[in-house]
T-cell receptor, first 114, second 114 residues
């Protein structure tokens, strides 16, 4: 069964500090994709970053980077220089090869304090 | 910019009513999805569609049906609403030709069944 695990229900960080949100996944497939989404209190899901299982380099998008450790089956999101606007729920998700659907973890609530 | 629009942000319905949640995307995406989001459970896939008139069950299809008569529109139907269907419903779409198949989400519909 496909499974995404986010072990941190909530995280606190001070503005301008870096924070790592954990995500582990379970698969025996070799080809898959990993995603992170942000959901502010307004409710919309915002795509942040993507990592393909065959990508040799860790994905980066501005202040977001994905720490991909294939052997450990982890895909942690690193947010550098946190901002107040980063306060939101963050979801890790996975797409398996040949499928268009995403399987989501339960999410981590990030609160950034001044 | 991809736009996925859900017909209502908030909806209150009575037990036993037939409820229609509408979703429209404007980027000619083949794939469309309906997810349900509940606190502590993350997003769970209800149904998805990879083409007009095609539909596939997701993880929790019981009590729901869908309709896709046109490529841009995907409707979720609650045949007889029940209180345990009170939830946030999120529609999404994605492009098959995209390398990542990243899903773009609507703003969500918060449904309350009383």
């Amino acid at each position: 069964a496909q499974k995404i695990t986010q072990t941190q229900p909530g995280m606190f960080v001070q503005e301008k500090e870096a924070v790592t949100l954990d995500c582990t996944y379970d698969t025996s497939d070799q080809s898959y994709g990993l995603f992170w989404y942000k959901q502010p209190s307004s409710g919309e899901m915002i795509f942040l970053i993507y990592q393909g299982s065959y990508d040799e380099q860790n994905a980066t998008e501005g202040r977001y980077s994905l720490n991909f450790q294939k052997a450990r089956k982890s895909a942690n999101l690193v947010i550098s220089a946190s901002q107040l606007g980063d306060s939101a729920m963050y979801f890790c998700a996975m797409r398996y090869s040949g499928y268009s659907t995403l399987t989501f973890g339960k999410g981590t609530m990030l609160l950034v304090s001044p | 910019d991809v736009k996925v629009t859900q017909s209502s942000r908030y909806l209150v319905k009575r037990t036993g009513e037939k409820v229609f949640l509408e979703c429209v995307q404007d980027m000619d995406h083949e794939n469309m999805f309906w997810y349900r989001q509940d606190p502590g459970l993350g997003l769970r896939l209800i149904y998805f569609s990879y083409d007009v008139k095609m539909k596939e069950k997701g993880d929790i299809p019981e009590g729901y049906s869908v309709s896709r008569e046109k490529k841009e529109r995907f409707s979720l139907i609650l045949e007889s609403a029940s209180t345990n269907q009170t939830s946030m419903y999120l529609c999404a779409s994605s492009l098959t030709a995209s390398r990542s198949y990243e899903a773009f989400f609507g703003q969500g519909t918060r449904l309350t069944v009383v």
